[in-house]
């Protein structure tokens, strides 16, 4: 490792650790905030609806235990985790926007093409909302991303 504008790699270390500290607390305070929002929205109407419900809580699940025990375990899961966040996300688009879609037509079933998709894209339902939950992924695995613990377990192998 090198020396980072003066600093010690100690120092830098250290400083890794409070950013990766940070960035947890920022993807555990998003989970919160988003399950409350879902909760408020009363997004619990079908199976599907539930789905970003579930996801929210394995990730909080798993960010409290990375918090708690940073071992190359909990990383791994936590990781797992964030992606099927970025998962769910993509499928909640999709559902969100084809649900616009059959609205709008059957508002106006003259509606087609770009004009259609505009108007699918403000429809009724927040066609990009399921985004926040790629975002929280993200978040989450930027926080693991090189994590010395997974390291740690590689080095004592």
Do not use: K
């Amino acid at each position: 490792m090198s020396r980072a504008a003066g600093g010690s790699i100690e120092e830098e270390v250290q400083g890794a650790g409070s950013v990766r500290r940070m960035l947890l607390a920022l993807v555990l305070f998003g989970i919160i905030g988003l399950a409350l929002e879902l909760l408020l929205l009363e997004h619990f109407e079908s199976v599907w609806q539930c789905v970003p419900l579930v996801v929210l809580g394995t990730g909080f699940a798993s960010g409290i235990g990375v918090a708690l025990r940073p071992t190359h375990r909990t990383i791994r899961i936590f990781q797992g985790v964030m992606v099927l966040f970025i998962g769910t996300a993509l499928v909640g688009l999709y559902l969100h926007y084809d649900g616009n879609v059959e609205f709008e037509r059957e508002m106006d079933a003259s509606a087609e093409g770009l004009d259609l998709f505009w108007r699918s894209l403000r429809g009724a339902t927040p066609a990009l909302a399921p985004g926040a939950m790629a975002q929280i992924g993200l978040l989450g695995l930027i926080q693991a991303y090189r994590h010395p613990a997974l390291r740690r377990e590689i080095l004592s192998a």
